[in-house]
């Protein structure tokens, strides 16, 4: 078996097989997933009707409360999710799905930023939006957390304080600054062909996410072997990257079309699996 799968390749869950993208409706599929069976989930629903995707139906409580269900304890979702602007008022449907989670159960871990280097969306009476929530919800307190560090500005060597001792002076002693520090929560991505992917054919899906995104969320909520999940996959990044990471992962997607799409994508990395 190709070694970026991991060692749970033929295991089940549920109906389920493991590393295996499924057509079909989430609402569905996961009434057929066992409690407590899921890692990781890292996923963007259809919003606001912003973009007509084959297949479409979506009912976010159901969606909210199975994950919940599926999840393990200390499980994370990462729920990617913009705002649709009609009329110039913007719909709050982000706000108002997380304020659901919470309400079912789930923690509110973090809110995080998706800032997008390059967006062509703009506005003339509003300053161009170029960002989307990542929010972090977790059953419990995240049972894994892999911080991501970033090189800090100044380093080298520099004389640091010390407390005051009793006799009122404040001692300096030379030590070494720190050469990395965990990063903010708010992440840049470059998006469109050679930023969110480079392959070509996966935008054949209007909306799919930065490899780069789905594979620091990856990192840093779960570890090798672990059962990384996305309901509503599109064109498989979630998968593909997962993968790519010897974590294990089940997708589901509605449309026959994109379905393909995502197969095709993991295809890509490994022959024998589908
Ligand atoms: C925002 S896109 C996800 C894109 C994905 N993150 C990617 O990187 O390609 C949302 C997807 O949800 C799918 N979808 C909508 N309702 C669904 C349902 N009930 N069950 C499964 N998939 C659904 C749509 O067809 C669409 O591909």
Redesign the pocket.
């Known amino acids: 078996m190709h070694t970026i799968i991991s060692v749970l390749f033929n295991m089940k869950l549920g109906e389920f097989e493991i590393n295996r993208i499924y057509n079909i409706?989430?609402?569905i599929g996961m009434k057929q997933l066992p409690n407590d069976s899921i890692d990781l989930v890292v996923?963007?629903?259809?919003y606001d009707d912003l973009r007509i995707?084959?297949?479409?139906?979506?009912n976010f409580e159901n969606i909210a409360i199975d994950l919940l269900r599926v999840i393990k304890k200390g499980g994370v979702v990462v729920w990617v999710i913009g705002d649709k602007i009609k009329n110039g008022n913007k719909s709050l449907t982000s706000f108002k799905q997380a304020l659901f989670f919470q309400e079912i159960g789930f923690n509110v871990h973090d809110v995080m930023i998706y800032k997008k280097r390059n967006t062509p969306f703009m506005r003339s009476n509003a300053y161009t939006n170029s960002y989307e929530f990542m929010f972090i919800f977790s059953k419990g307190k995240p049972k894994t957390f892999n911080p991501l560090k970033t090189a800090t500005v100044r380093q080298g060597f520099e004389k640091l304080v010390t407390n005051k001792k009793a006799d009122g002076i404040n001692k300096k002693v030379i030590g070494e600054l720190k050469k990395e520090k965990t990063r903010i929560n708010i992440w840049d991505y470059a998006v469109g062909l050679g930023g969110s992917t480079n392959d070509k054919f996966a935008f054949e899906?209007t909306?799919?996410?930065p490899e780069k995104l789905v594979q620091d969320h990856i990192l840093s909520w779960s570890n090798e072997g672990d059962i990384v999940f996305d309901?509503?996959?599109?064109?498989?990044?979630?998968c593909k990257i997962a993968a790519l990471n010897k974590r294990n992962f089940i997708g589901?997607?509605?449309?026959k079309e994109?379905t393909e799409l995502a197969k095709k994508r993991v295809k890509t990395l490994e022959n024998l699996l589908f």
């Open positions: 409706d989430c609402h996923t963007s629903p259809p995707y084959n297949g479409y139906k979506f899906h909306a799919i996410f309901p509503m996959c599109g064109s498989g990044t979630t589901m997607e509605i449309s994109y």
